[in-house]
Each structure stands twice: as structure tokens, then as C-alpha cells.
């Protein structure tokens, strides 16, 4: 079984400042992590995604994120924030194995503040 | 390249009245198909999943329903509508391998 869990339902950081947000997996077999981000009343769109190649991803709108097997973790990054960041975000994970289903988590409320 | 449309975008039902919302997929072939509802504050549910025409999982028992009646249409139903079924619901389909999930823009559905 596959699952995921995103510490922390709402962060607020400041324009300018580091955004993380967190996502810790569990899965028995290697797995392919995403993250998306979906804006108030609109669907989901994927920002990256990590599929055994290179543990350090790049996505869209200068988020990344790290994979890191030792921690279980994939989280997400971006360096500086800007107000149009503020949205909610999802980390998903699916097993490489094979499977038709993402396991999604269950959103991080990103608040961008001047 | 793929598009996914959802509609109506947004609906309000009272209770006990019937539902339909339609979900179709341009640019691909045979892909499997996914609903899933965002209650308010809350993550998002896997409702059902469709693997080809006719071919339903359901993930929760509930008051709705899912057909797939062509290759590329996915159709939610209910056929009394109760208040808990007020959310917003959103479909998606997925690309074999790495499996990243395309999501439609979404039904915002009301229950009064």
C-alpha cells in the first residue's frame, strides 16, 4: 500500500521568502512522486514529478524538489515567493510497478504575505 | 495535444433531484479515466475509475454512480441528490507511465 502525508494544512510566508512545503511517502515498492498545485476553483495542474532519473527535480515556475529515499521525503521548494504562488498544493505518489491510481495527500494551503 | 472537459462548470440542485455531469477527453485513445470530489477544507476523494467502455470501479460506497459509455466520455450520476454531495468534482485521466494524471477544470456542485 501506498500513502503520503503533507505536514502542515496551511503555510504562510512572506513575498521574497523561501517556500517549502513537505511531503514525507510510504510505499513498498520504488515510487513516482508529483506535485500539483490547483488555484481556487480550477483543476489540478502538475508542477513536477519524479520517475527514478534525477533525485533533484525541476518543475514549472521555479518550484523543485528532492527526492530522498533515506527520508522518505519529496519535498517542495522554491527560492524566493511570489504572491501569485498562493494557491493549494498536492504531493501524489504511484507505485513504478505498475497501478492506475495516484495516492494523492491531502493539500497544503499556501499564503503568500507582502 | 490532450484537453479534458468537464461541464456543467457550475450547478445548483436541491436535494433529492437526479445528476449528470459529463467528462470527455480529446486527443487520446483508450486512456482510464478518474473522478474525484473536493469536499470544502478537504483533500481530494477518489470516487471512481474507468479502465475502457463499461468498465467501473468504485472506491466509496455512496449515492452516485459512474458509466462510461464511449471511449473518451465519463459521466458521474446521481439519482437523488443528498446535501453531502455538495463538493467539487473533478476529472482527470492518466498517462501510462510515469502515470501523471490530467485533470479537467472542474464542476463546482451546490446541494440545497
Known amino acids: 500500500a501506498q500513502s503520503v502525508t503533507q505536514l502542515g494544512s496551511h503555510v504562510s510566508v512572506s513575498e521574497g521568502a523561501l517556500v517549502l512545503l513537505r511531503c514525507n511517502y510510504s510505499?513498498?515498492?520504488?515510487?513516482?512522486l508529483f506535485w500539483y498545485v490547483q488555484y481556487p476553483n480550477q483543476g489540478l495542474q502538475l508542477l513536477l514529478k519524479?520517475?527514478?532519473?534525477?533525485?533533484l527535480v525541476k518543475g514549472i515556475n521555479g518550484f523543485e524538489a528532492e527526492f530522498k529515499k533515506s527520508e522518505t521525503s519529496f519535498h517542495l521548494t522554491k527560492p524566493s515567493a511570489h504572491m501569485s504562488d498562493a494557491a493549494e498544493y498536492f504531493c501524489?505518489?504511484?507505485?513504478?510497478?505498475?497501478?492506475?491510481?495516484?495516492?494523492f495527500g491531502t493539500g497544503t494551503q499556501l499564503k503568500v504575505e507582502l | 495535444s490532450q484537453t479534458i472537459h468537464q461541464w456543467p462548470a457550475t450547478l445548483v440542485q436541491p436535494v433529492g433531484s437526479p445528476l449528470s455531469l459529463e467528462c470527455t477527453v480529446e486527443?487520446?485513445?483508450?486512456?482510464?479515466l478518474y473522478w474525484y470530489r473536493q469536499a470544502a477544507g478537504r483533500g481530494l476523494q477518489l470516487l471512481f475509475y474507468?479502465?475502457?467502455?463499461?468498465?467501473i470501479s468504485s472506491e466509496v460506497p455512496q449515492n452516485l454512480s459512474a458509466s462510461r459509455p464511449q471511449d473518451r466520455q465519463f459521466i458521474l450520476s446521481s439519482k437523488k441528490l443528498l446535501l453531502s454531495d455538495s463538493g467539487f468534482y473533478l476529472c482527470?485521466?492518466?498517462?501510462?507511465?510515469?502515470?501523471?494524471?490530467?485533470f479537467g477544470p472542474g464542476t463546482r456542485l451546490t446541494v440545497t
Open positions: 510505499s513498498s515498492v520504488p515510487p513516482y
Open positions: 501524489a505518489v504511484s507505485p513504478t510497478g505498475g497501478g492506475n491510481k495516484l495516492t
Open positions: 486527443g487520446t485513445s483508450n486512456p482510464n
Open positions: 474507468s479502465v475502457g467502455i463499461g468498465q
Open positions: 519524479y520517475t527514478s532519473a534525477a533525485t
Open positions: 482527470a485521466w492518466i498517462r501510462n507511465s510515469p502515470y501523471e494524471q490530467y
